[in-house]
């Protein structure tokens, strides 16, 4: 779902996406001439790989997204949660592709190997 940056007003502008059954809901609000601020949800079933075992599991996640969002190049390194459109059009569809991404390549280890108090060593 594109929008384009200049369509956001400063009334919010709710939306809800989903995608690999992880539902983004939130809204955007312009903060300035050239920024967005999106606070939004992602929620949902998500399939994981456990770093130790190797095996799939499901995970619940509910966490919070805040991000700035600008059609300008920022110069400065100190916000991470700033994304640049510099298209002109917000690209929700890219803001969660990047978040599950983000989730799923991160450390995970599944309820098994949690739980598992042996020393592990696992040849393959």
């Known amino acids: 779902m594109k929008i384009v940056f200049d369509k956001i ?4 502008r ?4 989903s995608l690999k059954n992880i539902s983004f809901n939130g809204n955007l609000i312009k903060e300035s001439r050239d920024r967005v601020k999106l606070d939004a ?3 949902g079933n998500i399939e994981l790989t456990c770093d130790r075992c190797g095996d799939e599991f499901i995970e619940y996640i509910n966490l919070p997204l805040n991000l700035t969002l600008t059609n300008r190049v920022v110069e400065t390194q100190d916000d991470l949660d700033i994304i640049e459109f510099l ?3 917000i ?4 803001i969660l592709e990047s978040e599950i991404s983000s989730i799923e390549n991160t450390y995970h280890i599944c309820n098994i190997c949690k ?3 042996n020393e592990f060593e696992k040849e393959f």
């Open 9 to 12: 007003g400063y009334s919010k």
């Open 14 to 17: 709710e939306f809800n996406l």
């Open 41 to 43: 949800n992602l929620s």
């Open 87 to 89: 298209d002109g059009d």
């Open 91 to 94: 690209d929700l569809d890219f």
């Open 115 to 117: 739980n598992d108090k």
